[in-house]
């Protein structure tokens, strides 16, 4: 899979981290920065991994912050994102197969590496469930069209 990755500067060592395991486990990951732990506005880099996502040049992105809350907000803001801020591999499995959440964000202060590596493993290998979750996806994709 193509996935877009980048953080803010509390996320920036787990999404070195990350971006390395996602390598291991065979991924194509595009780093999106930052290119280190100076202060940096987390907006900036959640709206560069949506616009991947977006624009089809990455299947999925993985944004970092210190809670992943501002980075989940700031992606939702692109059209055609449904970015969850995901702290079990539960929520990760519900949020892709009820949601079919295309990006996922996680803290990289509150949650332990290990745990957001087995998050984003659920995340990327649950397919959407369809059925009665399809109709409800379109209308919170509509919501963008008002």
Do not use: W
């Not at 949601?99 to 332990?112: D, Q, Y």
């Amino acid at each position: 899979m193509r996935i877009s990755i980048a953080s803010d500067h509390a996320g920036f060592e787990q999404k070195q981290a990350l971006a390395a395991y996602l390598q291991g486990e065979g991924h194509e990951v595009a780093d999106r920065g930052p290119e280190n732990d100076d202060r940096v506005d987390y907006p900036d880099f959640a709206q560069l991994v949506a616009q991947d996502v977006a624009d089809g040049a990455a299947d999925y992105g993985v944004l970092v912050c210190g809670t992943g809350i501002g980075m989940a907000i700031a992606a939702n803001k692109v059209h055609g994102i449904r970015a969850v801020n995901v702290v079990t591999p539960q929520f990760a499995e519900l949020s892709r197969e009820h949601n079919n959440a295309n990006v996922v964000t996680v803290s990289g202060r509150f949650v332990p590496l290990e745990e957001n590596e087995a998050i984003i493993d659920t995340f990327l290998s649950t397919p959407f469930g369809g059925g009665r979750h399809a109709g409800r996806v379109e209308k919170i994709m509509a919501l963008e069209e008002n």
